[in-house]
């Protein structure tokens, strides 16, 4: 069970070494960009949070941070030994109400509980105040990704001559296709159509089609069209790569 510690002064210029901190647990603990950039978020509010409101700002105390892994589970603890703190205290943030109306406090508290799977305030007299956050190792499962990379206009004409050999590889077995629309710059309903029979074919075997870096114009045709609740969207490769396979674990 690999296990790290830091001690840190809990002041504001400590934030970037507990992020570094935290990045290598995520490492290890092989979370995808997506998932790590959540823990990491999680854990700079905690910090900023003990940072902020723990101690007096002109004697500052220490944060005592760890992270090991627990089978499915990584689990990242801070302690400090501050004001204790009552989470039940703290009112849910309005995220719905129009930004003027809304009142300042909780979002930290608020972000935390939506990026972590669990979240818990222990407090003791002497040995201080304690956090722990517990992010979930979703089980890396190995499949085989056909990776397409297109290019261009995807119009009536461009999209029948791009996607013929994704529908092709489809049609020889592939189950799990990657499309990368990084250099793509025109897209038409006409493409969208023969996607949709790609994710048609795909689904009837079980299988997973994901497209990763759209542009800004080309992502907006999928927004318009209501689309974005359709396919599965990865702001990059690495991310989109890491995602297959996990719907089947």
Same mark, same amino acid.
């Given at each position: 069970?690999?296990?790290?510690?830091?001690?840190?002064?809990?002041?504001?210029?400590?934030?970037?070494?507990?992020?570094?901190?935290?990045?290598?647990?995520?490492?290890?603990?092989?979370?995808?960009?997506?998932?790590?950039?959540?823990?990491?978020?999680?854990?700079?509010?905690?910090?900023?949070?003990?940072? #902020?409101?723990?101690? =007096?700002? !002109?004697?500052?105390?220490?944060?005592? %941070? @760890?992270?090991?892994?627990?089978?499915?589970?990584? $689990?990242?603890?801070?302690?400090?030994?501050?004001?204790?703190?009552?989470?039940?205290?703290?009112?849910?943030?309005?995220?719905?109400?129009?930004?003027?109306?809304?009142?300042?406090?909780?979002?930290?508290?608020?972000?935390?509980?939506?990026?972590?799977? #669990?979240?818990?305030? =222990?407090? !003791?007299?002497?040995?201080?105040?304690? %956090? @722990?956050?517990?992010?979930?190792?979703?089980?890396? $499962?190995?499949?085989?990704?056909?990776?397409?990379?297109?290019?261009?206009?995807?119009?009536?004409?461009?999209?029948?001559?791009?996607?013929?050999?994704?529908?092709?590889?489809?049609?020889?077995?592939?189950?799990?296709?990657?499309?990368?629309?990084?250099?793509?710059?025109?897209?038409?309903?006409?493409?969208?159509?023969?996607?949709? %029979?790609?994710?048609?074919?795909?689904?009837?075997?079980?299988?997973?089609?994901?497209?990763?870096?759209?542009?800004?114009?080309?992502?907006?045709?999928?927004?318009?069209?209501?689309?974005?609740?359709?396919?599965?969207?990865?702001?990059s490769r690495t991310e989109a790569l890491a995602a297959f396979g996990q719907e089947h674990v």
């Amino acid at each position: 069970m690999p296990m790290e510690s830091l001690t840190v002064l809990a002041t504001l210029k400590s934030l970037a070494q507990i992020s570094a901190f935290v990045n290598e647990a995520s490492q290890r603990a092989g979370l995808d960009d997506h998932t790590a950039w959540q823990v990491e978020l999680a854990v700079d509010e905690a910090a900023t949070n003990i940072i #902020q409101h723990g101690y =007096d700002p !002109d004697h500052p105390g220490i944060i005592e %941070l @760890t992270w090991r892994i627990e089978d499915d589970r990584l $689990v990242i603890t801070l302690r400090d030994y501050g004001r204790r703190f009552n989470p039940d205290d703290v009112p849910p943030p309005d995220v719905s109400s129009p930004l003027e109306e809304r009142q300042p406090g909780g979002l930290g508290l608020y972000l935390m509980n939506q990026l972590m799977d #669990q979240v818990r305030f =222990d407090f !003791d007299d002497t040995d201080g105040n304690l %956090l @722990t956050m517990v992010k979930y190792i979703q089980p890396h $499962v190995s499949v085989d990704v056909r990776e397409f990379c297109l290019s261009g206009r995807l119009d009536a004409v461009g999209a029948a001559l791009a996607l013929a050999p994704v529908h092709q590889a489809i049609a020889d077995g592939a189950a799990y296709v990657l499309i990368d629309f990084g250099n793509v710059t025109f897209l038409s309903s006409t493409a969208l159509r023969s996607l949709l %029979l790609a994710r048609k074919d795909l689904l009837e075997r079980n299988g997973e089609l994901r497209l990763c870096n759209l542009r800004p114009q080309v992502r907006e045709v999928f927004e318009l069209t209501g689309f974005t609740q359709v396919f599965a969207i990865h702001s990059s490769r690495t991310e989109a790569l890491a995602a297959f396979g996990q719907e089947h674990v």
